[in-house]
C-alpha cells in the first residue's frame, strides 16, 4: 500500500501511511536542502522522526535521480542502524511515486551534538566521553567500507545520550577502505568566486560542494573523499569541543574559508594541559589525508583511550 498525505485529522495535523501504517505529524524538527524531519506518532502514540522528502518540481535534479538518491540514503541507513548503536534507527521507509513524496520513519533523539557546542570549550568529561563514541562511529563506518562525507554536529544527534549519526544523503559505498577514492562529482551549490572558478576550469565534470561547511576536508575541493576524510571531519569536531569553533571559524566570506580549507591553511592549536588531547587533534587533521590516522589508529591513541 501506498503513503498518502492527509489534513483530515481531528487535532488539524497532516496524517500520512507508510506501508499501510498511520502516522500523525506533530512539529517540524529540522529542514535541509532535500527535507524537511518532523516529530510524529503512530496509532498508538508511540513518537519518531520522519524525514520527509518533496519530489515534485522545480528542482535541479531530475525527479528519477532524487527518487534513486533517497532509497540509496534509505538502504545504507537500513544497513548501518543494525550493524551499530550509534546510527539513527531506520524502522521504515517509503517512496509514493503518485505524490513524489518519501517517508523515512526513525528513532527520535534529544537534539543534537550542535545543541551542546554553544561557542565555549566542553568540560573534559564530556569531550571525552563525546569523542570515543564520534571514534566509535568513524570505526563502524570503516569496518562497513561506508564514507558519510558529511559529519558534523548538527548530523550526531543524541539518543538515551548515545551519540548515532543520521542524514546519509550523500554517503556511499566503497570496494575497500582506502585512503582516499576519487568521486565522480559533488553536487550542489557554494555561489561564485574566482576561486570557484578556478577549480571550474581545471577539474572535469566539478560541481561546487553543497552545503559548504566548517568541517569539510581539504581534499574534497580537489574533488576526492574517503575514510580519511571523515577522520578530518571529526577532527575539527575535537577541535570545537576544545577551544568552542572550529579552526577557520572567524572567515567569514565562505569562498575564503574554502580556499583556506582547501589549500592547506596550517591550523592554530592553543596551548592545551592534556598534550595527548592536542596530538589527537594535530593527527586528524593534517592535511595530507595518507598522513592522517584511521579510525583503528583513533581507537589506540592514547587521548581515546584515556
Known sequence: MGSTVSRESPSNRPTFTVHGRLYRILDVIGQGAAATVYRCEDQNGDQYAVKVFDFSPPHRSPTVQRAQNFDKEARILKFMSRRSRHFVYLYDY??????????????????????KLVGLPLNDRHRRIYWKQIVAILKDLQNSN????????????????????????????????????RRGRIQGTLGTSTYLSYFQYHTVDFFPVISFSDYMAPEVFSHQSGVKSDVWSAGIILYEMTYGSPP???????NE??????????????PERNRYLVDCMRRCLQPNPYARPNSHHLVAHPYTRM
Open 257 to 270: 574559508k574554502a580556499a583556506a580549507i582547501a589549500s592547506g591553511t596550517p591550523i592554530l592549536f592553543f
Open 248 to 254: 577557520f571559524y572567524g572567515i567569514f566570506d565562505r
Open 146 to 181: 561506508v564514507v558519510h562525507a558529511d559529519i558534523k554536529p548538527d548530523n550526531i544527534i543524541l539518543v538515551n545520550n548515545v551519540l548515532k549519526l543520521t542524514d546519509l544523503g550523500i554517503a556511499f559505498r566503497v570496494a575497500t577502505p582506502i585512503n582516499t577514492v
Open 94 to 115: 517509503e517512496y509514493n511515486r503518485h505524490e513524489n513524496l518519501g517517508y523515512m520513519i526513525m528513532e527520535l533523539g534529544e537534539g543534537s551534538l550542535r545543541d
